[in-house]
Antibody, heavy 120, light 106 residues
């Protein structure tokens, strides 16, 4: 079964750091581009970061300079290192697979998400 | 940045109703638009991509149309399992989601 499972969420103080992970299974992880998307409580979806299979990386302006995306293809793991966390970073963090559909990636598989709460 | 605006924000409907949700882009995105369904406490689920292509396994009562800046998602006959929040997403330039449309029971 194709699956993504996030982990590592929790409570962190403003200004603190946290790393969340996403474990892939059921497909050849190294062949796929991957993304992080977040959703603040009661709010909509916000794309956060992208990493290609060849490690091209993009970030949303809201996290640029604070968050770092990476991947370990040997372990089928995707990471998001979050530094200098703010209250507004409180959200469920989802990883999403980018699958090629007619030349362009779509987010076809999502994990169940991991909750990150930034609060003192 | 490309902004995506959905309307309405909330829609009240009954089982069997035909439902239409609109999504507008702040600039032309061609047909690079996807629709997702999200139920409370769950991850989003891909329904449609490239504006009108149904993802495998998605019921045929869902359809999408449009190009450029205006798009629609239509549910031809609303089923009990369809009550959820729907999001459009542009993927012409990076990725941006609409604010969501909640479809609730009338």
């Amino acid at each position: 079964e194709v699956q993504l499972v996030e982990s590592g969420g929790g409570l962190v103080q403003p200004g603190g750091s946290l790393r969340v992970s996403c474990e892939a299974s059921g497909f050849i992880f190294s062949n796929y581009n991957m993304n992080w998307v977040r959703q603040a409580p009661g709010k909509g979806l916000e794309w956060v970061s992208y990493i290609s299979s060849a490690t091209t990386i993009y970030y949303a302006d809201s996290v640029k300079g604070r968050f770092t995306i990476s991947r370990d293809n040997a372990k089928d793991l995707l990471y998001l290192q979050m530094n200098s966390l703010r209250d507004e970073d409180t959200a469920v963090y989802y990883c999403a697979r980018g699958a090629r559909r007619q030349l362009v990636d779509v987010f076809d598989i999502w994990g169940p998400g991991t909750m990150v709460t930034v609060s003192s | 940045d490309i902004q995506m605006t959905q309307s309405p924000s909330t829609l009240s409907a009954s089982v069997g109703d035909r439902v239409t949700i609109t999504c507008r882009a702040s600039q032309s995105i061609g047909s690079w638009l996807a629709w997702f369904q999200q139920k409370p406490g769950k991850a989003p689920k891909l329904l449609i991509y490239k504006a009108s292509t149904l993802e495998s396994g998605v019921p045929s009562r869902f359809s999408g149309s449009g190009s450029g800046t205006e798009f629609t998602l239509t549910i031809s006959s609303l089923q009990p399992d369809d009550f959820a929040t729907f999001y459009c997403q542009q993927y012409n330039s990076y990725w941006t989601f609409g604010q969501g449309t909640k479809v609730e029971i009338k």
